[in-house]
């Protein structure tokens, strides 16, 4: 099931729990604009290129539509649908006042020089800068995409608008950007996970991790998760993977990628096939790489007790419904509500207490990554007042907006007697909707 089906699916199962019209429904999920340009730079050796970028702004009920810039080979306009819609759940969920979008350009990054990023970035910014702004739409890193890369879409922007910090996020410090924007995707994935083990009496101290994906969120997550006292046991990147049961040490594990430009070759443990990291044995696994990893084939073999949701969309709903217990959350579910004649559902019900036997959570990235996107929020807070927060603010507010967004999320798996995921859904598509009713949508 490609992202988009995904997302799509998972929003309309939240729909039909909150009972809202179909009007509105079908409302919510059209994308309130779809942008596709093309782009065309000379390259360094004088010949020309074309790119075509995508930005999709999906809902700005709530606020500013707000999403990152990816520059990959495989962007495609349903990968950055999807993604956009993601982003208007995540806001919600998280309790921002933004709405959703996405954007990206079809293009492989580490085959462009700095010289040809540059240029295709300024005439991807020429080509959206009347349609993106800080009251609009504010752009942010993703895949591919830097803070170097943001402060080229702030200088193209401000040649037509005056200098305007605030119309992306992710900055560098020097040019507005909020101390601890870095480490934000990765830290919030930490205090959301010691809200989830919280939960059943646990910390972070003495829990065995597995990290898929070494890159901005997996390598903070690791390095903070080590620092809290947690045991990170094995990790992949796109070079392969390395295991050590006694725990990497992942101070010299960073140093080793900085300087090899991967983790292949780290002699702290044994290197493993990166196909069988999700399957490895420990209590929490944290896919932070890309989306689909876990998928039907591989969602029985999984071994860890929760999964964190560090990337977007990596556990494809058939492996989602195969391969999880959330219902532990749903015990308590009126017999009345259960379907007592439809044999697919008997199935499901008794795989579910098969399952939750097993005792696997998910926590779904749009609660799990919300960290990067919430100090996004206050970069841009912070940009209108001109006045910068110290690195202790932002980190205390981060974990406060963490804490409360699983609170939020919980109470609404008992509400609604749903799992995690649909809590989630349901928590960020009612607060899109009640706004869009408010400001006075018609059926």
Same mark, same amino acid.
């Given at each position: 099931?490609?992202?988009?089906?995904?997302?799509?699916?998972?929003?309309?199962? @939240?729909?039909?729990?909150?009972?809202?019209?179909?009007?509105?429904?079908?409302?919510?999920?059209?994308?309130?604009?779809?942008?596709?340009?093309?782009?065309?730079?000379?390259?360094?050796?004088?010949?020309?290129?074309?790119?075509?970028?995508?930005?999709?702004?999906?809902?700005?009920?709530?606020?500013?539509?707000?999403?990152?810039?990816?520059?990959?080979?495989?962007?495609?306009?349903?990968?950055?649908?999807?993604?956009?819609?993601?982003?208007?759940?995540?806001?919600?969920?998280?309790?921002?006042?933004?709405?959703?979008?996405?954007?990206?350009?079809?293009?492989?990054?580490?085959?462009?020089?700095?010289?040809?990023?540059?240029?295709?970035?300024?005439?991807?910014?020429?080509?959206?800068?009347?349609?993106?702004?800080?009251?609009?739409?504010?752009?942010?890193?993703?895949?591919?995409?830097?803070?170097?890369?943001?402060?080229?879409?702030?200088?193209?922007?401000?040649? =037509?608008?005056?200098?305007?910090?605030?119309?992306?996020?992710?900055?560098?410090?020097?040019?507005?950007?909020?101390?601890?924007?870095?480490?934000?995707?990765?830290?919030?994935?930490?205090?959301?996970?010691?809200?989830?083990?919280?939960?059943?009496?646990?910390?972070?101290?003495?829990?065995?991790?597995?990290?898929?994906?070494?890159?901005?969120?997996?390598?903070?997550?690791?390095?903070?998760?080590?620092?809290?006292?947690?045991?990170?046991?094995?990790?992949?990147?796109?070079?392969?993977?390395?295991?050590?049961?006694?725990?990497?040490?992942?101070?010299?594990?960073?140093?080793?990628?900085?300087?090899?430009?991967?983790?292949?070759?780290?002699?702290?443990?044994?290197?493993?096939?990166?196909?069988?990291?999700?399957?490895?044995?420990?209590?929490?696994?944290?896919?932070?790489?890309?989306?689909?990893?876990?998928?039907?084939?591989?969602?029985?073999?999984?071994?860890?007790?929760?999964?964190?949701?560090?990337?977007?969309?990596?556990?494809?709903?058939?492996?989602?419904? @195969?391969?999880?217990?959330?219902?532990?959350?749903?015990?308590?579910?009126?017999?009345?509500?259960?379907?007592?004649?439809?044999?697919?559902?008997?199935?499901?019900?008794?795989?579910?207490?098969?399952?939750?036997?097993?005792?696997?959570?998910?926590?779904?990235?749009?609660?799990?990554?919300?960290?990067?996107?919430?100090?996004?929020?206050?970069?841009?807070?912070?940009?209108?007042?001109?006045?910068?927060?110290?690195?202790?603010?932002?980190?205390?507010?981060?974990?406060?907006?963490?804490?409360?967004?699983?609170?939020?999320?919980?109470?609404?798996?008992?509400?609604?007697?749903?799992?995690?995921?649909?809590? @989630? =859904?349901?928590?960020?598509?009612?607060?899109?909707?009640?706004?869009?009713?408010?400001?006075?949508?018609?059926?």
């Amino acid at each position: 099931m490609n992202a988009l089906a995904a997302t799509s699916r998972n929003f309309k199962q @939240a729909a039909k729990l909150l009972g809202l019209d179909s009007k509105l429904e079908k409302s919510l999920l059209i994308p309130f604009r779809e942008i596709k340009v093309e782009c065309t730079i000379p390259k360094d050796d004088g010949t020309l290129a074309s790119y075509v970028g995508f930005r999709v702004q999906h809902d700005n009920a709530r606020g500013p539509m707000k999403g990152g810039i990816r520059y990959h080979h495989e962007v495609d306009p349903d990968e950055v649908n999807a993604l956009a819609q993601l982003m208007t759940w995540k806001t919600a969920v998280a309790n921002i006042p933004y709405g959703g979008a996405k954007g990206g350009i079809g293009c492989s990054p580490g085959d462009l020089s700095i010289s040809e990023l540059e240029r295709l970035t300024r005439v991807f910014t020429q080509k959206i800068h009347d349609l993106i702004g800080i009251h609009t739409d504010v752009p942010a890193p993703d895949m591919g995409t830097n803070s170097q890369t943001m402060a080229w879409i702030l200088d193209e922007y401000s040649k =037509f608008h005056g200098y305007s910090p605030a119309v992306v996020t992710g900055k560098p410090v020097d040019l507005g950007g909020s101390l601890g924007r870095d480490a934000a995707t990765g830290r919030g994935v930490l205090f959301a996970t010691e809200a989830l083990l919280a939960e059943h009496g646990k910390g972070i101290a003495g829990q065995r991790f597995v990290i898929q994906g070494f890159g901005n969120v997996g390598s903070w997550a690791a390095q903070l998760i080590s620092e809290a006292g947690g045991k990170v046991i094995a990790i992949s990147d796109v070079t392969g993977a390395v295991k050590n049961s006694n725990g990497l040490d992942i101070a010299k594990l960073m140093k080793h990628s900085s300087e090899n430009r991967g983790i292949k070759g780290f002699d702290g443990g044994d290197a493993i096939d990166p196909r069988s990291l999700l399957t490895e044995e420990c209590d929490v696994l944290i896919p932070a790489a890309l989306g689909g990893v876990i998928n039907k084939d591989n969602a029985n073999e999984i071994k860890a007790k929760y999964i964190i949701e560090a990337a977007n969309h990596p556990t494809d709903p058939e492996a989602d419904e @195969a391969s999880t217990s959330d219902s532990i959350w749903q015990t308590n579910t009126p017999t009345a509500t259960k379907c007592t004649i439809c044999l697919k559902c008997f199935l499901s019900e008794f795989l579910l207490q098969i399952l939750s036997k097993k005792g696997v959570l998910i926590l779904p990235d749009i609660l799990a990554n919300s960290g990067g996107v919430t100090v996004s929020y206050f970069e841009w807070v912070q940009n209108i007042q001109g006045f910068m927060w110290d690195e202790e603010k932002v980190n205390n507010e981060l974990k406060t907006y963490m804490t409360r967004g699983f609170r939020d999320v919980k109470e609404m798996c008992r509400s609604h007697h749903c799992d995690l995921r649909m809590g @989630a =859904f349901t928590l960020g598509v009612n607060r899109v909707a009640r706004a869009t009713v408010l400001r006075g949508w018609e059926a």
